[in-house]
T-cell receptor, first 116, second 116 residues
Framework: AQSVTQPDIHITVSEGASLELRCNYSYGATPYLFWYVQSPGQGLQLLLKYFSGDTLVQGIKGFEAEFKRSQSSFNLRKPSVHWSDAAEYFCAVGPFLSGATNKLIFGTGTLLAVQP | EAQVTQNPRYLITVTGKKLTVTCSQNMNHEYMSWYRQDPGLGLRQIYYSMNVEVTDKGDVPEGYKVSRKEKRNFPLILESPSPNQTSLYFC???????????????FGPGTRLTVL
């Protein structure tokens, strides 16, 4: 069955420090992969997506992610975190054809706190 | 501005009192869906719709109904809400239909529902 795992429930980093959020997926073929961010009280905003081609994808707000097929991973990175990056981050994979739902399967999220 | 809107954003109700959460998108998208977000579970799909008058169940449809009479609107109906439906609900839309699509899924701002 398809699944997404975000091993870190909560991460705290200092402002200006680098960030890496982990995401592992389980899927039988090359997936479409996404990272969404949810700021407090806000909806989900797409940070970046991977469909094919270059395995290092750039997103908005200075984020990037690297698809590693051998590790079934799609980790999100940012070289220097800003206080405004404090939010919850969701990795997602899909859409899937089963029942033509076109649904995305989400990880359980990683809550990022940024210390001054 | 392209967007998905939901109303209300916050709702507190009592067990058994029927309610409707509206969802509207202005992008002429054919595909729309509803998710619920619960701590530790990520987002799970409730229902989806491929087009007007075409709807189907997602992973957690029990206790919910939907309708798609117009392309832009996809209301979520709770005929007899129960406390286990207390959750954060997201509506989403996407242009692509069945099959793998590279179109981005856009999310509404969320509706926080509390059922007492």
């Amino acid at each position: 069955a398809q699944s997404v795992t975000q091993p870190d429930i909560h991460i705290t980093v200092s402002e200006g420090a680098s960030l890496e959020l982990r995401c592992n997926y389980s899927y039988g073929a090359t997936p479409y992969l996404f990272w969404y961010v949810q700021s407090p009280g806000q909806g989900l905003q797409l940070l970046l997506k991977y469909f094919s081609g270059d395995t290092l994808v750039q997103g908005i707000k200075g984020f990037e992610a690297e698809f590693k097929r051998s590790q079934s991973s799609f980790n999100l990175r940012k070289p220097s975190v800003h206080w405004s990056d404090a939010a919850e981050y969701f990795c997602a994979v899909g859409p899937f054809l089963s029942g033509a739902t076109n649904k995305l399967i989400f990880g359980t999220g990683t809550l990022l706190a940024v210390q001054p | 501005e392209a967007q998905v809107t939901q109303n209300p954003r916050y709702l507190i109700t009592v067990t058994g009192k029927k309610l409707t959460v509206t969802c509207s998108q202005n992008m002429n998208h054919e595909y729309m869906s509803w998710y619920r977000q619960d701590p530790g579970l990520g987002l799970r799909q409730i229902y989806y719709s491929m087009n007007v008058e075409v709807t189907d169940k997602g992973d957690v449809p029990e206790g919910y109904k939907v309708s798609r009479k117009e392309k832009r609107n996809f209301p979520l109906i709770l005929e007899s809400p129960s406390p286990n439906q207390t959750s954060l609900y997201f509506c989403a839309s996407r242009a692509g239909l069945a099959g793998l699509s590279t179109d981005t899924q856009y999310f509404g701002p969320g509706t926080r529902l509390t059922v007492l």
